[in-house]
């Protein structure tokens, strides 16, 4: 009994700390507890061990080996918590006593914390588990949200529809944070239209730590315990006032928490109240004045702009500014117009709203766009907020984005990696000889390996498609459909991601008659999309409509699926199994995209337009490019244009090569193509690159108030 006290304790302490997202053997405990439920439950272990019972705890402990598997778990844990041999512990040690703080509105980690909605949480998810594999001194900082993001499902008629769950936070990996009294830890913002009150959650990620506020408490107004009930929810007095939590309530939480941090990163410009909230704080401390404090706090923060499209950044009218920010003004002894003039491009300007993205451009002396072509279109961008710099001048760098290798890799590939690239790869990913080695994994082993994660991606989508089509009431028949689509031998595209427009995904459609042609040749391709809408984004919508109406096209059965709820787990399915990853942005819309790091990883190969990441990373073996990174002032001429270059790239390039076999039935030439990608990718688009460079460019300037020389 004493021993199975122990399982039970030492499995929540697991499940307590999601450096179990990265570990296969521990997934595998936590799965192996309850199959069925691990499933039905969005692969919570918090909420299986919940559910579970003691009698079926003794049994699975017998059956499933489990006692020496979950030690074996614990210890390497614990190894894994007080290891002080990281790179972090050499490199980063003035970063020891004043951690990094990292703002973000979402974070991507898990399925089962529903606190993200697209690529940017996803992003800030994989920078903390690398700061946590490197050693990093570093604390996230965001927003949790009681429902999170919706959950995605089609009608019968083929339209998006929204359903939001309320989050129980007792299956949430979360703890709320206590106060020196000894009573839960509170924070509180004064504004014109009511104080709004917060608590603060706890989030362990590895090494690092993540503080959640929430301001669901019993202190607020109605409408203040909804602030934090959605992402990306509410109207602009909503996105304001969550902004307001998340920044200048970011930062009191940490003051309150006894961090004095050395660096303030704001991933996005959403939190970029949190420098005003530092310059504040300063100035009451030190009983300086905003002109002689702002230079200081300017000095240790780094921005990160992630936005390469003039519209998309968040902006507030100067009502709205003085209703939730007027008493933090006050306490600047800032003029209305001072204030307002931080965050316009043109300080004179009366009419022009309040921009986030000057505002942290404005108060931070490190920003970087996220590729090299998003940090060049930045700096022109905002080359008016420089009058007396020329474009190149500009002072916004770029640090290329990357992927947290073992949240994205599947096991079985990393059991290639472990055998041709030496067992400790994963603290050598960074550099480029770890990756020569790719070359010795034979054709065979790789090629099967792959068939493996296809199959298992095809098994999950025939899963998918029964329970959508059972859930809209289909019949029998079309149940049998559904769990027969798609094919092991066909090459198969993945397109995956939000349904923003400039990404186009209905692009490859645009014809049905050379999609037929395509779909249905003797060498023929099928395709699988997924991906949600913005609720209130019509377009986004009308397109997810029209790629349903072509999976429901009967010349396309079982050649085109739509899988509904694009999250992290249809991502790691999606990126593990498919052939071809399909990206076709409207250049240079797409700052850098990082799917498609994620399925070269796995061995798949990306086709994509010339923008973001790949406009760097494609150099004519490593991939496909479609057309030559050209843009139009037309969209219409550009997706035309684009349209046809990719047709041209599939039929020429892409379906020849993969059918193109040998006497062993094996693709030599796609399979060099695969190698090419891992060689001389895998180094350079990874998190623990990206992080160290933060460390090197952004952090370690920053926090020594030295000025910064970023890569241009
Ligand atoms: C990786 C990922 C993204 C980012 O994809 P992009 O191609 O950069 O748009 C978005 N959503 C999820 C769930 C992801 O895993």
Request: hydrophobic share 40%; glycine share 8%.
């Amino acid at each position: 009994m004493a021993g199975q006290d122990q399982l039970a304790t030492r499995l929540r302490k697991l499940a307590r700390n999601l450096w179990w997202t990265w570990q296969p053997n521990v997934i595998n405990i936590f799965r192996d507890l309850d199959p069925a439920l691990w499933r039905a439950t969005d692969h919570n272990p918090i909420e299986v061990l919940k559910k579970i019972t003691p009698e079926q705890l003794a049994r699975r402990a017998d059956e499933a080996a489990l006692e020496f598997r979950v030690d074996s778990a614990f210890r390497r844990l614990t190894d894994y918590l007080r290891n002080d041999e990281s790179w972090g512990a050499v490199h980063a040690t003035t970063l020891r006593s004043r951690p990094v703080a990292y703002f973000s509105m979402e974070f991507g980690l898990h399925e089962s914390l529903p606190i993200y909605s697209g690529g940017l949480g996803v992003l800030a998810g994989d920078h903390l588990k690398s700061a946590s594999d490197l050693g990093i001194p570093l604390v996230g900082v965001g927003l949790l949200y009681d429902q999170g993001y919706f959950r995605q499902w089609i009608d019968s008629q083929g339209w998006q529809q929204e359903t939001y769950l309320p989050a129980n936070p007792d299956l949430l990996p979360i703890a709320e944070t206590i106060g020196p009294d000894g009573q839960p830890l509170r924070i509180s913002i004064d504004t014109r239209v009511g104080t709004l009150h917060a608590r603060i959650w706890k989030v362990a990620v590895g090494r690092t730590t993540l503080y959640l506020l929430d301001s669901n408490v019993p202190e607020n107004s109605d409408s203040d315990r909804a602030l934090t009930a959605r992402l990306y929810g509410g109207d602009a007095q909503v996105r304001i006032r969550q902004e307001l939590l998340l920044g200048v309530g970011g930062v009191r939480a940490l003051h309150a928490l006894g961090y004095h941090p050395s660096v303030i990163h704001m991933n996005e410009g959403h939190s970029a109240f949190a420098v005003l909230e530092m310059i504040r704080s300063e100035m009451e401390a030190e009983g300086t004045s905003f002109g002689e404090t702002v230079r200081d706090i300017a000095a240790m923060s780094v921005f990160t702009t992630h936005t390469p499209v003039a519209a998309g950044h968040d902006r507030f009218p100067a009502e709205l500014v003085e209703q939730h920010l007027g008493m933090l003004r006050e306490a600047l002894h800032l003029s209305h117009d001072d204030f307002m003039g931080l965050g316009r491009v043109y300080p004179q300007d009366h009419n022009e709203p309040f921009c986030m993205t000057v505002l942290a451009l404005k108060l931070s002396r490190h920003a970087n766009g996220v590729s090299a072509l998003h940090g060049s279109v930045s700096r022109r961008m905002w080359q008016p907020l420089y009058p007396s710099k020329t474009e190149e001048e500009v002072p916004i760098g770029h640090i290329t984005n990357g992927v947290h290798v073992p949240s994205w890799l599947a096991p079985q590939m990393a059991e290639l990696y472990d055998r041709y690239l030496g067992a400790d790869w994963p603290s050598r990913q960074r550099h480029p000889e770890t990756w020569l080695n790719i070359e010795r994994i034979p054709d065979g082993e790789l090629w099967e390996t792959r068939q493996v994660l296809k199959a298992r991606l095809i098994d999950f989508v025939r899963r998918r498609l029964v329970i959508q089509a059972r859930r809209r009431g289909e019949d029998d028949a079309a149940l049998a459909a559904a769990a027969r689509v798609l094919d092991l031998n066909v090459l198969t595209v993945g397109f995956a991601r939000r349904f923003a427009t400039y990404k186009r995904a209905n692009l490859v459609l645009r014809e049905p008659e050379r999609l037929a042609e395509l779909l249905l040749a003797n060498r023929p391709i099928q395709f699988i999309f997924a991906g949600k809408a913005h609720p209130e984004d019509r377009f986004g919508k009308e397109l997810i409509h029209n790629i349903i109406q072509v999976t429901r096209d009967p010349r396309f059965t079982g050649r085109i699926v739509f899988v509904e709820d694009y999250d992290m787990n249809v991502a790691r399915h999606l990126v593990q199994g498919v052939d071809l990853w399909l990206n076709n942005p409207r250049r240079p819309q797409e700052a850098s995209g990082t799917s498609g790091q994620k399925v070269l990883l796995n061995g798949g190969l990306n086709l994509s337009i010339l923008d973001g990441w790949w406009a760097e990373a494609y150099d004519g073996s490593n991939g496909f490019a479609i057309g030559q990174g050209r843009t139009h002032a037309s969209p219409a001429v550009q997706d035309e244009r684009d349209h046809r270059d990719l047709l041209d790239v599939l039929f020429h390039q892409v379906i020849p090569l993969y059918y193109e076999r040998d006497a062993e039935d094996l693709p030599r030439a796609w399979i060099d193509r695969q190698k090419a990608a891992m060689r001389s990718l895998g180094w350079r688009f990874n998190a623990d690159r990206m992080v160290v460079d933060y460390v090197r460019y952004s952090y370690l300037p920053a926090a020594g108030g030295l000025s910064c020389s970023m890569p241009r």
